[in-house]
């Protein structure tokens, strides 16, 4: 009987223990010399972990399974507060079906929660790219080396100890991009830990999110507590006194709207009224409830400005494997021919499939294909050779599919067109602004109307009256709508400041921004939103198309050091979202591309193998110490033809 590796290997330690002391031992001694001659970081956490924690270890691992022995008025709290939390965290809610007046959807966490890959790192450190396009781009890379050379935390191991900072963290960081699942991750972690699977070493745990205690003023740390919690106010004084049994869990430190400095602090008292900032900052650095656990979540590039160093586990989402993108496709199609298909069709095409290591994507991807087989439900090889190819087409399907079931041409006073412009101009503002998060002044400002279907089907609103938040359902589609709005409201200048800005910044915020505008200023791509907005305007298109021109002539001529290789690559990646192969074929014409000593992933090369395609001949190409996988040089193979000279 075929089992899978998990339930092996707890077949198999369960028979070593069966054997007694010596089979125990003789298993240690094997996996010292495994770490000898093969040497992998979970193995060696492990190792460390009893080497230097010796006897204490078989306590630590009973105190997690077993708990602290409470007074009974504190463990009747405490299973008042379980029973909250279980409340807040046993239904994972999925959105809802966009376009229609269904409520979202909701299942059992541990029916549909698909494992993340979660690692030990800090590459967040340098992050120049846009974190979607460098974390999809190492995704495949650094997931093979989870296998050798990364460790792999599970989450009852991110308080476990760390052999790299050489202690049992208290204060843990969990980074990922957006839609990874940073948010689901913290709510397993807490369902978990409430049904007694892992930490029962924390009597309590408390789970903030960072944009709610944005509307807090100063506060004490008792108030943060019982603001959510105001069923402990009986026993909030002694549940303090005990702070190694706590654990505070801070979602989104990206979504602070303050500056936080790690690197001080001297708050000591929880009573004393101060800037939930610094509270945060207080329990991560000690001062405040020293021995208490903090764990935190944040986009990396929020990170690459925090002084990180005050943590003692540094993690990173990772996203989906191969095969679990398999099972989210299972479960969201629920039909197995129809999840085939679409997982078939999603994996020949290697922009939308490398995106897949996302959990919102893989959302957003699945629902467009069932809009699509919906429409048509007879799957022919026509309607799989009509689906979308690139991120533009993908979101342009996305929002017409979601329009065509708004028969009405007017929504709330607005047509959908006057509306997704609306939207388009704060969608732009948000991204040229690092702001994910929006408000009601944020709608007024930008005329926005939130009463009517097409607004909800778009955005999601958090928070009760006053206090509520707007987020798009995914941060991608915010820089759809903000590339969008220059083919609905053109301005020659509006258009042309927006290029100049989103070029300029370092940190590449505006860069799906612009691999929009490139993707829209092909016709056939927009033609699929005219019978829902009318039309789109084609000089804006003529606008993108002359920036993009004067874009690869400047590359061409700059000196080729790597990040300037990189940035020509990049230019490839906006001719590859146009689809423009006449445009290729003029400005690369027999041009010699020169990508040497430049690693080339796998949607590198799919990219690099469209561009030689466009041209009728290529003079020369130098690929020279580029590292390229074997699933890129397929990728390669049918346009090498197409080259004089090949390096």
Sequence with gaps: MEKDPSSFSCTLLQDVQDRGRKAVIGLWVCLYALQKDHPHHNVLAILDEITQTGEGLVDQILLDELGHSLTPELKDFQEKHKQHLTEKTEMLEEHKPPGTTLKPQRFLINERYVNLIVVSTDQFRQRPQNELIQTGVKHEKCLKKTKTGLEHISLNKLFRWNHQSECVPHAVMVSGVPGIGKTTLMQKFVYDWV??????????????????????????????????????????????????????????????????????????????????????????????????????????????????????????????????????????????????????????????????????????????????????????????????????????????????????????????????????????????????????????????????????????????????????????LQEFFAALVHFFNYNCDRLQETLDKAESYSDRRAEILLRFLCGLSDSSTRSMLKSHVGELSTQAARDVITWIQKKIVKEQITEQSREHKRDLLNVFYYLHESRNKALVSQCIGSYKADFSDVPLSPLDCSVLSFILQSCRETEEVNLNSCKIPSEGLKKLLLVLHNIKSLR
């Design 195 to 476: 049904n007694g699977k892992h930490y029962q070493r924390f009597a309590f745990v408390f789970f903030f999110r960072f944009r709610d205690l944005n509307r807090r003023g100063k506060v004490s740390l008792e108030e943060m507590i019982l603001h959510q919690y105001p069923y402990l106010e009986g026993q909030i004084g002694d549940i303090l006194q005990d702070p190694e049994r706590l654990l505070f869990i801070f979602d989104g430190l990206d979504e602070n709207i303050h500056q936080m400095d790690f690197k001080s602090s001297n708050l000591t008292n929880p009573k004393q009224r101060t800037l939930f900032g610094e509270i945060v900052v207080s329990l991560v650095r000690q001062s405040l409830l020293k021995g208490c656990s903090v764990l935190i979540t944040s986009r990396p590039t929020r990170l690459a400005s925090v002084h990180t160093d005050v943590f003692q586990r540094i993690a990173e989402i990772m996203g989906f494997l191969h095969e679990d993108r398999l099972i989210f496709f299972n479960n969201f199609f629920g039909n197995e021919e129809l999840s085939e298909k679409a997982f078939h069709y999603v994996q020949e095409n290697d922009t939308l499939y490398t995106f897949c290591y996302i959990p919102s994507y893989c959302w957003i991807i699945c629902t467009v294909l069932s809009m699509c087989f919906r429409a048509q439900p007879t799957i022919t090889d026509q309607l799989m050779t009509s689906l979308p190819k690139t991120v533009t087409q993908l979101f342009v399907t996305f929002v017409s599919n979601i329009l065509a079931n708004h028969s009405l041409n007017k929504d709330g006073g607005h047509t959908a067109r006057e509306l997704l412009t609306f939207i388009g101009w704060m969608a732009e503002h948000g991204v040229m602004n690092h702001l994910i998060v929006f408000n009601e002044h944020d709608l007024e400002s930008f005329s926005v109307r939130n009463d009517n279907h097409v607004f909800s089907s778009f955005m999601m609103e958090s928070g009760q009256p006053p206090d509520v938040d707007y987020t798009f359902l995914h941060l991608t």
